[in-house]
């Protein structure tokens, strides 16, 4: 089984292209800095974040273009491709990147670094169908009692 999830920020703006032909497809490419777990700026010079290059597809790109900024915080999930290619120089050069099959933001939009300045109803099918940024909880109604809720 080849999954990975990652949560981090967003180290610039993606970059879009668009491949040649008749039916061309949008190749979005970003990195992610995600921290490491249980690191901490301890002042030994080493990284506390994990620079993670993201590749997304077709409508996944697309949606990469218009929505993802610098500084927003994402959450990403897909596969693991590793490659490698010769340089001018004859070298080999290995690759790793996380192939995109679901991205969603990770803060809501009043949150996160950068200016998120995307629309909650038509930013994408990620991001729940509610206009309520109550992070996923419903709203319980006047005059129900705490004891006829399933936890307490």
Known sequence: ????????????????????????????????????????????????????????????????????????RMLVSGSIQTGSYQNKDGQTVYTTDIIVEDQEFADSKGQGGGSSSYSRESSSPFMGGTDDLSEGFMSIPDGVEDEGLPFT
Do not use: W
């Not at 080849?2 to 490419?29: C, F, H, T, W």
């Open 1 to 72: 089984m080849n999954k990975v999830i990652l949560m981090g920020r967003l180290v610039r703006d993606p970059e879009i292209r668009y491949s040649q032909g008749e039916n061309s497809l949008a190749i979005a490419r970003y990195t992610l800095a995600v921290d490491r777990r249980g690191r901490r700026n301890q002042g030994d010079g080493q990284p506390t974040a994990d620079f993670i290059r993201c590749v997304s597809f077709g409508q996944r790109a697309e949606f990469a273009e218009k929505y993802m900024h610098q500084g927003m």
